[in-house]
């Protein structure tokens, strides 16, 4: 009887470890970064010559950041033909919202809550990595983070882990579709694991400080929904984590990921984090810090150059036991396989295939559907969108306005600067108006790169003059401001989340020459947007919606597409409110107990009020929707029975339309504090106007349990409240009881 793949996968592989020596087997457990033309310096200014030896000798086991087909081949060539043994590298790359043909951010892809379009976006994105011979993403990042001024928000799902584990499955399944051993589908990786999102003050690279059921019942969720799903890597994160860095954390990795959750694929290092351990103080030097990754579980290397350098001489000296070499290289080598390496080396080495697929008519129509759904309708006052097709004089202002390269967001290492379709261009397609562009103003006052701090423009409003007059003469205004693209992303942390340069004076003024403005938001994070959330009568978060952004935006804001999008974190009144969340738990005063009497004992703040700007789960619609008859189909449940409940929608509006119906659970009392709200369920629902349709949960003990100190899994016995509506605030309510 023939072995089923896995088994044969795994004699394979032991095979390959009973010939390998020690120096091979650390080999595969070490990564490079790019490539090199060996008749010179390399670009990270190491030697060249002894780069090339060591791909010769089988001293790298993958590399990252080399790309295209002419490049992969000849790194590939090198190892399999030249070194002893031949074993294939396995190629990595940052593919974040897409390689060369750009999705949204992934924030505004959750802003979508439309997983089978989530999951096609990273198909697509596969489909043109592995077309340039890359076989591996280092993503998706499903850190949960309720903290906006952390840059890398951006990469992410949002703050809540319900949907963030949906997302997390779905994009898993996108990069690697069915067959890991297709030709267009390529490794996924769940980063950074663990609490990278929780980061102290939104600070970069910071400490995260969390208790254990935080950990359990928020950040770790949606890393366990990747294992499940079958993702093939984890990335560990650069922060420490209750005074031990992730990267050498056993309880992380070998204990939780690999024995408890039963992890067969390999853990990376985030880049340098290894050697990082001897920067944060855990270890002594990188010889000590190579020794804990080991023995924590990290199997590769990325870039500190402590494995190569140290574990040969570590195992030598009875440091470092070569079980756990063996196990990391076992582990690195599953992987290859079944990617199809072994199979063909040169599988991703296509040159025709890959000016076939990238930059495809079938991936830039797939990229601008994921676009339109990320779009979120923020405010639509006296329904001035979406706008007439004929007949008006149209103002469109702001420097981001006439971008196309801002539009592509961060983390677009592969793709062509510029290369994205700005709002104005966008607009232009609509041939019916008088379309008027002012800048108004400057929104930088450098070249903006990936690797560089940006440099705001906060004095030059010269530009002002000429924006007012053309506001002041149409009937519309578009004002297009927000972050630049590669403000937000790794290293973009902010204290200040407020419109940054002139862009809110401009936003002032031009509202004083004309009342009917469109706010068009382009963001990589919630922001701060008091004065326009009270004065500016339509605003829309754009996001950084990637290559298509000027056609997604002109057919939502001329109202070919209906937006449908909801926030997948919440927007604060200020700076000052955060950390805010919608599944906060109530403090033992959550309100003040004599309303109107001026009491201060109780929790909230004297200078603003608790509730946010724009709450998780918002977004408005150009249809209107009715939420009615919410009811569970019995009164009380035994604890392993599913709860069924229905509610009734129903578009009362003058347009067709999509809605994200949300349904959120309260356990009334627990062992351990459960938060006011959890999402437990959600579903997108297509409704033509003036039509009804009853839509259906079933809530498990998956829904309906949490996890404890110890992160075991429980569910009791009780009351629980069930919400059901338009986003975290919903007011429809019913209950019922879990009995034992």
Sequence with gaps: MQKPKADSIDVKVDSILKIMTLEEKVGQMNQYNGFWDVTGPSPEGGNAEKKYEDLRKGRVGSMLTVRGTEQVRAVQKIVVEESRLGIPLIIGFDVIHGYKTLSPIPLAEAASWDLEAI???????????SASGINWTFAPM???????????????AGEDPYLGSKIAIARVHGFQGEDLAAVNTIAATAKHFAGYGF???????NK?????????????????????????????????????????????????????????GFV??????????????????????????????????????????ELVNLVETGKVDVALIDDAVRRILRVKFELGLFDDPYKYCDPEREKNVIGSKENQEAVLDMAKKSIVLLKNNNKL??????????????????????????????????????????????????????????????EPTFINELAF?????????????????????????????????????????????VQQELMEKIYEANKNVVLVLNNGRPLVLNWAANHIPAIVETWHLGTQTGNAVAQVLYGDYNPSGKLPMTFPRNVGQIPIYYSHKNTGRPVDPQPGANMVFWSHYSDVESSPLFPFGYGLSYTSFNYSNLNVEKDSYA???????????????????????????????????????ELKGFQLVELKKGESKTIKFSLTSKELGYYDQDGNFTVEPGEYEIFVGTDSNASLKTHFILKE
């Excluded at 999951?119 to 990595?129: G, W």
């Excluded at 980061?199 to 690279?205: K, N, P, S």
């Excluded at 003059?465 to 790794?490: C, M, T, W, Y």
């Design 142 to 156: 499903v850190d949960i983070s309720r903290d906006p001024r952390w840059g890398r928000v951006m990469e992410g």
């Design 639 to 677: 604890l392993n029975e599913e709860v069924q409940v229905s509610v009734e929608l129903s578009n009362t509006g003058d347009y067709d339309g999509k809605e994200v119906v949300q349904l959120y659970i309260r356990d009334l009392f627990a062992k351990i504090v459960r938060p006011v709200r």
């Design 457 to 501: 423009n906060t004095t030059d409003t010269s530009g002002f003059e000429k924006a007012i007059n053309v506001a002041r003469n149409s009937d519309v205004v578009i004002l297009v401001l927000g972050e630049h693209g590669f403000q937000s992303g790794e290293g973009r942390s902010r204290t200040n989340l407020d419109l940054p340069g």
């Design 208 to 264: 995260a400080d969390i208790g254990s059921v935080t950990l359990h019942n928020i950040v770790l969720p949606p890393f366990k929904a990747a294992e499940e799903a079958g993702v093939k890597t984890f990335m560990n994160g650069f922060n420490e984590l209750n005074g031990i860095p992730v990267t050498g954390s056993d309880y992380l990795l070998r204990n939780l990921l690999k024995n408890k959750w039963g992890f067969k």
């Design 385 to 446: 969108l979406p706008l007439k097709k004929k007949g008006q004089k149209i103002a469109v202002i702001g420097p981001l306005a006439d971008d196309n390269n801002s539009v592509l967001g961060s983390w677009r290492i592969a793709s062509k600067d510029s290369s994205g379709i700005s709002v104005l261009d966008g607009l232009k397609q609509y041939t019916g108006n008088d379309l008027m562009f002012e800048k108004g103003a400057d929104l930088l006052t450098n």
């Design 119 to 129: 999951q096609k976006s990273a198909s697509v994105a596969a489909s043109e990595a």
């Design 268 to 309: 990376i290092s985030d880049w340098a984090s290894i050697g990082e351990m001897t920067t944060h103080g855990y270890a002594k030097d990188l010889a000590h810090a190579a020794e804990m990754g080991v023995k924590a579980g990290v199997d590769m290397d990325m870039e500190s150059y402590s494995y190569i350098d």
């Design 199 to 205: 980061v102290e003050a939104g600070r970069e690279y």
